[in-house]
């Protein structure tokens, strides 16, 4: 999915980099008094007025006429696309990483079960590793997943539960979509199976010395922190290639 994307203000851009940053940090709609407090300098009505705009265009929307605002798929595309910085990895977690992964790689079959427990753990959302057409698919995260905010109401859970048991038989038809870029972050509505539409997905292939072609993702709320994620994902994807 495609978005074409307004001519933004400075201004406005700041604001709506705000209410994704807070939504992710709270899960909750986020007002304006905390992003004239914390953001930018102008009074809390004019955040408001560009909220109001940022609503119009697409970026944002009101789930309750007294409440904030929350990201819309498109809100979050932009961030991604035109704010979000690269987010580099500590000299702990690359030293961690480095030494796990090397150690799986000398034994192939821990390859894909160590790699989406690493993932799980340092991302903190339910994550898989496998090969493609081999029906080799580990999973890790269920408690990290549910972790986060917002899941509040019980049908949340069961839903999700229900899509994360048959995730791995979808893993194949998800990574044979081809393109460039072999990372693709999917938010909401661009996800390629249609009951991952309330959750975002970050996945990558990589290929084995031997042929053999992987694939890693992390599956999380679409307020997940997409530049640490994707930071996570680019390096494991490098040590794996290499």
């Known amino acids: ?29 986020v007002g304006s008094d905390i992003i004239s407090e914390e953001y930018v300098d102008v009074s809390p009505a004019t955040v408001r007025a560009e909220m ?11 789930p309750h006429t007294s409440s904030g605002r929350i990201p819309t798929d498109k809100g979050f595309r932009f961030f991604v696309n035109e704010v979000m910085e ?22 192939l079959n821990r390859l894909s079960r160590t790699t989406a427990k690493l993932l799980s753990n340092f991302t903190k959302t339910f994550s898989v590793a496998g090969f493609l057409n081999e029906g ?20 949340q859970v069961i839903q999700a539960a229900e899509i994360l048991d048959y995730l791995d038989e ?29 959750y975002s997905m970050i996945v990558s292939k990589y290929d084995l010395p031997d042929g053999r072609q992987g694939y ?6 679409k307020g997940m922190q997409y530049d640490r994620n994707l930071s996570f994902i680019e390096h494991i994807t490098k040590l794996l290639t290499e």
Request: aromatic share 8%.
């Open 1 to 29: 999915m495609s978005y074409g994307f307004q001519v933004m203000r400075s201004r406005q851009q700041t604001i709506l980099s705000a209410v994704v940053q807070e939504y992710t940090k709270t899960a909750m709609p």
């Open 52 to 62: 109001g705009e940022l609503e119009k265009d697409g970026y944002l929307y009101q």
């Open 86 to 107: 690269d987010r580099p990895l500590s000299k702990k977690e690359i030293k961690e990483l480095d030494l796990e992964l090397l150690k799986a790689k000398a034994q």
């Open 136 to 155: 080799d698919c580990c999973e890790a995260g269920i408690k990290e997943f549910f972790n986060n905010p917002e899941f509040t109401e019980m049908d």
């Open 170 to 198: 979808w893993m194949d038809k998800i990574m044979s979509q081809s393109s460039e870029n072999p990372v693709q972050i999917y938010i909401g509505k661009e996800n390629p199976i249609s009951k991952l539409q309330d």
């Open 216 to 221: 890693i993702a992390v599956v999380g709320p």
